[in-house]
């Protein structure tokens, strides 16, 4: 069979491995690394590369992504069915399992993941288009509104503790995936850690899922297929995604 892959630059390193070891014919196309911060741009070039690959081509599409704070909800196969990862974000996809995530989430809160392509691509790769005009955009309008609301200092004392978000966490980990440059990974992991006074710890990583994805091998109860004329859902419950 013949894959379009479409994925997030953060997992170039993973992905090549992936399509490598596939049994099928793979193309591979990596989006911005900042468009995960915004859901609503990221839905919105993801639905371009879906509606320009569809078609006789390529019999799936596949997106190696989460659920991306709901960038991958609302997104409508063409002619060519979709298959993404029952996964909320890509720390699921580095670790291997959702049961892993949620335990390692819930028995270390307050860290920071790093991977290969966290460290690497941290700056972006791929062209990264207007993603930091409309960071800015964003940040503005918010804080117009503020403004408008409780007035210009009110407003500036709410922007600077919602640029505290670093204080919430306490521990840098690098996810060990076997790939790139290791040492420096580490190295760059404990520097952080060391600047922000955090812990550090390096665990073990898991591609089981990126490379399931790519081989064809869709567990239904951790991959989400997409039919021509469906759209996908963001769910509350266990499957986190469904289709309508």
């Known amino acids: 069979m013949k894959f379009y892959v479409v994925s997030c630059e953060v997992f170039a390193r993973e992905c090549a491995r992936a399509a490598a070891n596939s049994p099928h014919i793979v193309h591979t196309s990596f989006q911005a ?92 790769e791929v062209r990264q288009g207007t993603i930091e005009a409309v960071k800015q955009a964003k940040a503005e309008r918010r804080f117009q509104e503020y403004v408008k609301k409780y007035g210009e200092d009110n407003a500036r004392y709410l922007m600077e503790q919602e640029g505290l978000w670093l204080a919430n966490y306490s521990r840098a980990a690098f996810i060990n995936v076997g790939l790139g440059d290791i040492e420096n990974y580490r190295r760059f992991t404990r520097g952080v850690a060391e600047s922000h006074g955090w812990s550090y710890e390096e665990i073990e990583g898991d591609t089981r899922l990126i490379e399931s994805l790519v081989r064809g091998e869709w567990d239904s109860g951790e991959f989400l297929i997409v039919k021509p004329g469906q759209r996908t859902i963001q769910q509350v419950a266990d499957g986190i995604m469904t289709v309508e």
């Open 33 to 124: 690394f900042g468009l995960h911060d915004t859901p609503d741009e990221l839905r919105k070039k993801l639905q371009e590369e879906i509606d320009r690959s569809s078609g006789a081509r390529f019999d799936y599409i596949l997106l190696v992504y989460g659920l991306c704070s709901g960038g991958t909800a609302e997104l409508t196969a063409r002619d060519t069915p979709l298959v993404i990862t029952r996964a909320h974000d890509c720390i699921t996809l580095l670790l291997g399992s959702r049961h892993r995530y949620e335990r390692e989430f819930r028995e270390h809160p307050g860290t920071y993941y790093y991977s290969p392509g966290w460290i690497e691509r941290k700056d972006g």
